[in-house]
């Protein structure tokens, strides 16, 4: 996965860079999480399109493992995904419920992805 940091004011993060491989595996979530690491900062914003298509189809469970792994390692993640993206159905609900947390969000917007995930 190709990744780059971004330096703001008050809080850098990790973005995951569109056009790279897919997060596809928890192991994926693990790359991303010592990226993180790597860097110091506990922030990563990732881009519709560097989600496999299972991660969007709650059967595979590719979602929930990927959100406990950045969980279990404290990592403030926002997504950005259009709203066509996110649909009306399952994917939809869960995004209603995660958006309800504070350690991962999905937007629609990415201004307003990276304004949540660099404040404090």
């Known amino acids: 996965m190709d990744y780059r940091l971004v330096e703001t004011s008050p809080n850098s993060y990790v973005e995951c860079l569109p056009g790279s491989q ?10 991303l999480v010592a990226a993180c690491g790597e860097h110091q900062t506990q922030r990563l914003l990732l881009h519709a399109e560097c989600l496999s298509k299972d991660f969007f189809d709650l059967s595979t469970r590719l979602a929930g493992e990927v959100l406990l792994k950045f969980t279990n390692y ?11 993206q996110i649909g009306s159905g399952k994917f939809y609900e869960f995004t209603l419920e995660t958006n309800r947390g504070r350690d991962f969000r999905i937007f629609s917007d990415q201004q307003k992805a990276v304004d949540w995930l660099v404040r404090d």
């Open 22 to 31: 897919p997060l596809a595996s928890p192991q994926d979530a693990l790359e």
């Open 74 to 84: 404290y990592l403030k993640v926002a997504a950005i995904i259009p709203t066509e």
